[in-house]
């Protein structure tokens, strides 16, 4: 695997990955930034987010729940002095289906965090992950 990095302007970088897809970075306009992309610390978390996130889907689908809709929430504690890096991380899962099961979900959630997400892997190591989940059940 790796990535490539461009500079655009500033602290403005746009960065590609084997999926050839490409991804904005900036910084904040109090460093020199022009805050016109997402910045490094905050694609962590959407990586995270999204690594957990497809692992509980397909999870889910192979109990054949029947998932409506599905949103999770990442946000985290930074450290006050430079390097800033994450002291905790919170991720609230959100679950809309029908007759969704709780026991599905939490072996959902823990397989991912324990087992199949690599960022999870690798971030749990600097700082602890703590997750919570709702269930909105509809007809």
């Known amino acids: ?36 992309g997402t910045s490094p610390m905050e694609l962590m978390l959407m990586s995270l987010g999204g690594c957990s996130s497809m692992d509980v889907v397909s999870l889910l689908r ?23 890096v994450f002291t905790k991380i919170y991720m609230k899962f959100i679950f ?11 072996e959902a959630i823990n397989l991912s965090q324990e087992k199949f997400c690599s960022a999870a892997a690798m971030l749990s190591k600097a700082a602890p992950i703590e997750t919570e989940y709702e269930i909105e059940q509809v007809d």
């Open 96 to 106: 809309t289906g029908k007759d969704l099961k709780k026991e599905d979900i939490e």
């Open 1 to 36: 695997m790796q990535a490539t990095l461009k500079q655009v302007q500033g602290l403005s970088f746009v960065a590609k990955g084997d999926s050839n897809h490409w991804v904005a970075m900036d910084g904040k306009k109090i460093v020199g930034g022009s805050e016109a």
């Open 62 to 84: 192979k109990k054949r729940a029947d998932l409506r809709d599905f949103e999770v929430k990442v946000s985290a504690d930074r450290a006050e002095k430079h390097p800033k």
